[in-house]
């Protein structure tokens, strides 16, 4: 599988943004997906996780109620909705993908494949 991401832009705060993650093939419903994303000087950080069936969903606690995740398995495409954004969102998001495991990975050395990231940028 080869993730895709697209929807980054620039957004005032408060405002939202969808981020999807394409990855075609009929295994896409045999990978736990997850986002992550990564500001300038700081490490990688967990965003949040589906289960490969879209039924189990996590979140980091800095987003819990904010961002939805959600994924389409006939569409190959994975989704963030980011609401109620602010500047400390701002970062490239990375989409990435693991072979379905138990329980659903949530730290980024347990994925093994990943997407080249889009910027998304928050103003204040």
């Known amino acids: 599988v080869h993730p895709v991401e697209d929807g980054g832009g620039v957004v005032q705060a408060g405002g939202s943004l969808r981020l999807s993650c394409a990855a075609p093939g009929d295994t896409f419903i045999l990978f736990n997906m997850g986002w992550f994303r990564q500001a300038p000087g700081m490490e990688r950080e967990f965003v949040a996780a589906?289960?490969?069936?879209?039924?189990?969903?996590f979140y980091a606690e800095s987003v819990k109620g904010r961002f939805t995740i959600s994924r389409d398995n006939n569409l190959y495409t994975m989704y963030l909705q980011m609401d109620m954004l602010n500047p400390e969102d701002t970062a490239v998001y990375y989409c990435a993908a693991k072979s379905i495991t138990f329980p659903v990975p949530r730290a980024p050395e347990e994925f093994d494949y990943w997407g080249r990231g889009t910027l998304v940028t928050v103003s204040s």
């Open positions: 589906i289960s490969g069936d879209g039924v189990m969903t």
